[in-house]
C-alpha cells in the first residue's frame, strides 16, 4: 500500500524556518515524480516545488523561489523542504504528492498531475 506521510508543521514567527518531511512506505520516491502543494483557507491548493523522476529536474514557485528548499534522502525514502524567511502568507496546509504515470523531465506543477497525496501538516507563521 502507497502511503505518504507529512510531519515538522507548526506555529513560527515571521522570518523564522521550519523543516517538513514526507515519508513514503510502499514504493521508492526516487521513482516517482514528486512535489509539495500548500492550500489556504478558501484558496486553491498552490504549487510549491516539484521535482521530476529521478531527479532530472526541480522547479519551485515564484512565491517561494529562494526562500524553500526541496530535498530527497533515498536511504530514508524521505522528501524535505527546508522554508526559511516565512512570512504569514506562507500560512497553510502543506502536502506532498507523488505520481507515476509520467515519464520525463518535466516538472508536474498542478494538483491534478499527481495520483498520490499525503494527509497534510499545517504550517501557521504568525507573531
Known amino acids: 500500500q502507497l502511503q505518504l506521510v507529512e510531519s515538522g508543521g507548526g506555529l513560527v514567527q515571521p522570518g523564522g524556518s521550519l523543516r517538513l518531511s514526507c515519508g513514503a512506505s510502499?514504493?521508492?520516491?526516487?521513482?516517482?515524480?514528486i512535489g509539495w502543494f500548500r492550500q489556504a483557507p478558501g484558496k486553491e491548493r498552490e504549487f510549491v516545488v516539484g521535482?521530476?523522476?529521478?531527479?532530472?529536474?526541480?522547479g519551485y514557485g515564484d512565491s517561494v523561489k529562494d526562500r524553500f528548499t526541496v530535498s530527497l534522502d533515498n536511504a530514508k525514502n524521505t522528501l524535505y523542504l527546508q522554508m526559511n524567511g516565512l512570512k504569514p502568507e506562507d500560512t497553510a496546509v502543506y502536502y506532498c504528492?507523488?505520481?507515476?504515470?509520467?515519464?520525463?523531465?518535466?516538472?508536474?506543477?498542478?494538483?491534478?498531475?499527481?495520483?498520490?497525496w499525503g494527509q497534510g501538516t499545517q504550517v501557521t507563521v504568525s507573531s
Open positions: 504528492a507523488a505520481s507515476s504515470r509520467w515519464w520525463s523531465e518535466v516538472v508536474r506543477t498542478t494538483p491534478r498531475d499527481y495520483e498520490y
Open positions: 510502499g514504493f521508492s520516491l526516487d521513482y516517482y515524480d
Open positions: 521535482i521530476s523522476r529521478s531527479g532530472g529536474g526541480t
